[in-house]
């Protein structure tokens, strides 16, 4: 059950009590259920936001993964045993650092 509806389900309970809205305890009662409502309608806007904002990091961290594979392709499918810093102008394994040095 849910706090809307754990809130929704206190309000069903205190009209069917029959009540005394009148009397202090029962002005009470009513705003503190009143504040209750009011908190749960402020969580449930918080909680599709989070999950908005959840859905929208997945999204960035996809992208930043393809971005990731296009900056740094030479590391995942350079299978040369040479060190990209210390190749020469020979260097014909078809690495990245060909491509630096032209």
């Not at 409502?37 to 599709?48: G, H, K, L, Q």
């Not at 929208?56 to 299978?79: A, H, K, S």
């Not at 190749?87 to 650092?97: F, L, T, V």
């Amino acid at each position: 059950m849910t706090i809307s509806e754990k809130v929704a389900h206190l309000k069903g309970v205190m009209e069917g009590m029959n009540y005394d809205a009148t009397t202090n305890e029962g002005k009470l009662i009513s705003l503190i259920v009143d504040v209750l409502a009011d908190m749960s309608d402020e969580i449930d806007v918080i909680t599709d936001d989070v999950d908005t904002l959840f859905d929208y990091c997945d999204e960035l961290d996809e992208d930043l993964g393809e971005v990731e594979e296009v900056l740094f392709e030479c590391d995942d499918d350079c299978d040369c045993d040479c060190d990209c810093e210390e190749c020469d102008d020979e260097c014909e394994c078809g690495c990245c650092c060909e491509e630096e040095e032209k």
